[in-house]
């Protein structure tokens, strides 16, 4: 797929030739440098925009829009600071039409899942980060989508925190048995969390390389740091950046 965007008299082109396949219940990041076309392609997944040339199918049908199967979680958490948690979870389902009794019920189940059951009423300025990632995660998969695209949601997070909430992430992605595509510019996250981590070129990002990580399965990501072949995979994997990170 390709997509240009207009800028004034002139054209960019952000992605050109971009070309991959995501499996059920795989866990596939895309690393590359800064304006690739990373969060170009989620948006063009998810159904919010559009490519210029070339198809983005779901489940063998032709993206035309946003899709139930498909959720999306952003860098910010964007939960709104006048809903309390519970509320905040539901908001999916209520576009949805769910009866309030059950969707009630179901992101009370999720919030006790995910250890935030005690701060239902609580508000979003009452949260620490990563509660409040934990939150906008429990509102994503409130509406129970096959596909999870996650735009660098933990980048906003200081190391420790992000370190604890990323061993969540992975653990309740593993439980509800979803398809994930990430997006990070940290190699070590994608080399601790991912089936296949994919190398995306300088603008116009296409996928330059291809690298299947071993340590997803049977390893936290903490544990997947501590294996003596993680820093050959992190090196591979900085070697094909490297020609294109510009300093």
């Known amino acids: 797929m390709t997509k240009v965007f207009r800028q004034g008299e002139q054209t960019v082109t952000a992605v050109q030739g971009m070309s991959f396949t995501l499996q059920h219940q795989e866990f596939v990041s ?29 489940d063998g049908n032709p993206v035309a ?28 389902l209520e576009m949805r039409n769910v009866p309030k009794a059950e969707r009630i019920d179901k992101a009370r189940h999720l919030l006790d899942k995910y250890g935030l059951g005690s701060f239902e009423t609580a508000y979003p300025r009452h949260l620490s980060g990563g509660m409040r990632q934990r939150v906008a995660l429990a509102r ?36 509800e048995k979803k398809t994930v595509l990430l997006i990070t510019h940290d190699i070590a996250e994608a080399v601790s969390v991912s089936d296949r ?39 591979a994997l900085w070697r094909e950046l490297e020609a294109d990170v510009k300093v």
């Open 30 to 58: 895309i690393i590359g440098p800064s304006g690739c076309g990373k969060s170009t392609t989620l948006k063009l997944i998810s159904g919010l925009d559009f490519p210029a040339s070339g198809e983005i199918r779901v």
């Open 65 to 92: 829009g946003p899709s139930p199967k498909v959720g999306f979680m952003l860098q910010k958490d964007l939960l709104l600071p006048w809903r309390t948690v519970i509320e905040n979870v539901t908001i999916g």
């Open 140 to 175: 994503t998969l409130a509406v129970d989508p096959d596909i999870l695209l996650l735009d660098e949601p933990l980048s906003a997070l200081d190391y420790q925190t992000k370190l604890k909430v990323e061993e969540e992430l992975v653990r309740i992605l593993q439980e």
């Open 197 to 235: 981590v994919l190398v995306c070129s300088s603008r116009p990002g296409r996928i330059k390389a291809e690298m299947a990580m071993p340590f997803s399965k049977g390893h936290t990501p903490a544990e997947a740091r501590n294996r003596p072949e993680f820093l050959e995979h992190f090196n």
